[in-house]
Nanobody, 122 residues
Framework: QVQLVESGGGLVQPGKSLNLSCAAS????????MAWYRQAPGKERALVAN???????NYGDSVRGRFTISRDNAKNTVYLQMNSLKPEDTAVYYC????????????????WGQGTLVIVSS
């Protein structure tokens, strides 16, 4: 079983910054992709950014240039540095990891964090 613990959300004024983190633990052999998604009230969950095992990154159009995703493989942790925050960034942010549980199997599994709320408001 794999657990993801997110932290770093909160209330912040427009234009300010927040840094989210998500630490994975449990039955993990290796982690492939790591990602952040968000879900705003009344909207579907959407990809914010993802990062591969080789640290290639991809961003949603609305956050490109303002957010930066990174990972620390030694800590099984993914980060999301959010700068120049806007009210429309208000959402619950979820981390997602794709991983292998065993060195003997190539089967991949996915896990989700519990979500952390980010509110951007003056």
């Amino acid at each position: 079983q794999v657990q993801l613990v997110e932290s770093g959300g909160g209330l912040v004024q427009p234009g300010k910054s927040l840094n989210l983190s998500c630490a994975a633990s449990g039955s993990i052999y290796t982690i492939n992709g790591m990602a952040w998604y968000r879900q705003a009230p009344g909207k579907e969950r959407a990809l914010v950014a993802n990062i591969t095992s080789g640290s290639a990154t991809n961003y949603g159009d609305s956050v490109r240039g303002r957010f930066t995703i990174s990972r620390d493989n030694a800590k099984n942790t993914v980060y999301l540095q959010m700068n120049s925050l806007k009210p429309e960034d208000t959402a619950v942010y979820y981390c997602n990891v794709v991983f292998r549980s065993s060195r003997w199997s190539g089967a991949l599994s996915a896990a989700w964090g519990q979500g952390t709320l980010v509110i951007v408001s003056s």
